[in-house]
């Protein structure tokens, strides 16, 4: 048996492809799992628990369906779906996790988790996420009609796209000084998140001993899946068409 993970999918209504590759990874590979990790990002954005759309009930019943088959399934918030909450766990059957969470893969301890935190030298995003992050602001929000959201979150997307065409490469990138705290601080020589959209497995010494950092990719053109058993480790990409 193999455990999942997969991040940055970016589902929405406008990319019907991405969300067949969602149902196909959800009918197909993740019913065989011991369980699936979601590590943020999963969708677009998130405007609340409450979304009566076709398209996110769409995705609450295919974790629904898996969770009934008795699949642990665990969700990280993004960036794009900090606004995730109890709803639509319990609608889900998905556990919720922290920010940063270690968990235990066949013997071996690994901390999961979005990303974001680990990109220290944007300090404006950061400021921006401590500022979502406050639960009076998250309240107000959750209690607005839900189309003055959807306008909402509409600016927020063309803020966000705008910012990112400003950035540099590098200022969104993780740094490896705090890579490494989080890894020291959790007692863990493995360390899995999502964000960057640079999948890519990273090998490195941490306190005199072999460690490894995995980056899961984004899905676009292709999609990307990590795969751990007992005795592998693979990140392993497909095609999206």
């Known amino acids: 048996m193999t455990t999942l993970f997969i991040s940055d999918l ?8 991405l969300n067949q590759a969602f149902f196909h990874f ?8 011991d369980a699936v990790y979601v590590l943020g990002d999963l969708f677009d954005f998130w405007t609340g628990d409450d979304d009566p759309s076709p398209f996110c009930r769409s995705i609450i019943d295919a974790f629904k369906q898996l969770t009934n088959q008795g699949v642990p399934c665990y969700f990280t918030r993004g960036n794009r779906d900090f606004l995730v909450g109890k709803r639509f766990a319990k609608e889900t059957g998905v556990t919720l996790l922290g920010d ?10 690994a901390v999961v988790l979005h990303g974001d935190t680990l990109c220290t030298l944007d300090e404006a995003y950061l400021n921006y ?9 998250q309240w107000l ?25 400003s950035k540099s490469l590098d200022i969104m990138d993780v740094t490896q000084s705090e890579v490494e705290k989080v890894m020291r601080d959790h007692q863990v020589d493995l360390m899995i998140h999502g964000h960057t959209h640079r999948p890519n497995v990273h090998r490195f ?7 490894s950092r995995v980056v899961l990719g984004d899905w676009g053109e292709q999609g990307y899946i990590l795969r751990i058993d007992d005795e592998t ?3 392993d990409s497909f095609a999206i068409d």
């Open 10 to 17: 970016h589902l929405s209504p406008n990319v019907p492809k």
């Open 26 to 33: 959800m009918q197909e590979e993740a019913p065989h799992a």
């Open 100 to 109: 940063e969470t270690v968990i235990e893969l066949y013997g071996r301890k």
């Open 129 to 137: 996420r401590k500022k979502v992050h406050l639960p009076w602001l």
């Open 141 to 165: 929000f959750n209690h607005l009609p839900f189309s003055v959201r959807e306008k909402i979150v509409a600016r927020i997307k063309g803020d966000i796209k705008h910012d990112k065409q």
């Open 205 to 211: 010494t941490l306190n005199q001993q072999p460690a």
């Open 233 to 235: 480790m693979s990140l």
